[in-house]
């Protein structure tokens, strides 16, 4: 069956196929990490995924997490997602967003309605609570699919933009745009954590982002199993006393060695423009030896757009970003006013 209703019993959701694709809902806050769960990401491929995900989930429990879950009538656990509330920042406004993470299912579930139905499902518990104004996901391009069925709306595509630190190619960016020369300090990712994870000033061109802190960028360092990343602190010349710098940067090293990732950044738009930060940041590469930089970035969002104008080269394999209004009266910004980079994205 391809549209299979759902019906409240109790205090879960059912959905009534008449078959053995039956499924009860489970909203558990925090998220679960025990061996039930464990065996569902084994029997799903996923196994690697389970440690990351039970480390990210415990860090961010105190925020909120929580995940939905699936069973048969007979007590299988079949599918699971997590959801993670993230504020947003727009202007002088919070906005109650959240991250849904993709799908795990286990294979005897892998047909395409029954996830459908799932995430339905899901939606149905999540707005009851009343909690939140939106979702968003970056499930890849399958799972996008089945997003979509469930209402969500397409927003954009993450994509990986590129560029070659060497001298010409920042000779370019001083040629064709007005660049302010900036000071950089390089901090540890300890030293720096607290004191530059949240930056209030730091509009990032008056941008739609996920308010940034310590448990957001921790809980990406945790799941990617790195002790390499390091903070830049950027500032205009001769304001390098004040208190609050022109940009911070974080950066995570490649496995390669040749390649810095910017994992994320945040800027003060009446000091620097984006083209002085990369600027800065290509100078900084080079000066370690770095080949290339990288970046992860909703592809047209004002600082995709930059990037192109930059002459960051976007690579192949994009990746779609919906998102789901789940509380009355909230209207999201269009795509170019959204800043995601690598931390806001499902990394688990």
Known sequence: ?????????????????????????????????DDELKTLFVESGREDSFDRYAGVARLLAEVGAGAVLARTLEGQLAICTSLLPRSFQDGPQSV???????????????????????LRGALQLIEEQGELDFLYADPGENGAAVFRAASFDLLGSLQNFVFPVVPGWSSYLRHEFPIVQL?????????????????????????????????LHESWIQANRTESSEW????????????LPAARVLLTPTSSGRTLGITDLGWDSEQVSVESLLYAITGHARSQGFRKLAIRTLRPSRLGQAMARSGFVGRSGEQPVLTRVVGEDTILPSPHRWLLTWVDGDYW
């Open 183 to 215: 000071d950089a300090e390089r901090l540890s990712w300890e030293a720096g954590a607290d004191q530059l994870s949240a930056l209030p000033h730091l509009d990032s061109g008056s941008a739609f982002k996920v308010i940034r802190t310590r448990a």
């Open 232 to 243: 830049i602190v950027l500032r205009v010349p001769g304001r390098s006393g004040e208190a």
């Open 1 to 33: 069956m391809n549209d299979t209703p759902l019906a409240r019993t109790g205090e879960t959701l059912v959905a009534e196929s008449g078959d053995a694709r039956s499924l009860v809902m489970e909203w558990v806050q925090p998220p679960r990490f």
């Open 96 to 118: 109650r967003g959240a991250l849904l993470t993709g799908l795990v299912v286990h294979p005897s579930f892998r047909d395409f309605w029954t996830p459908v139905n799932f």
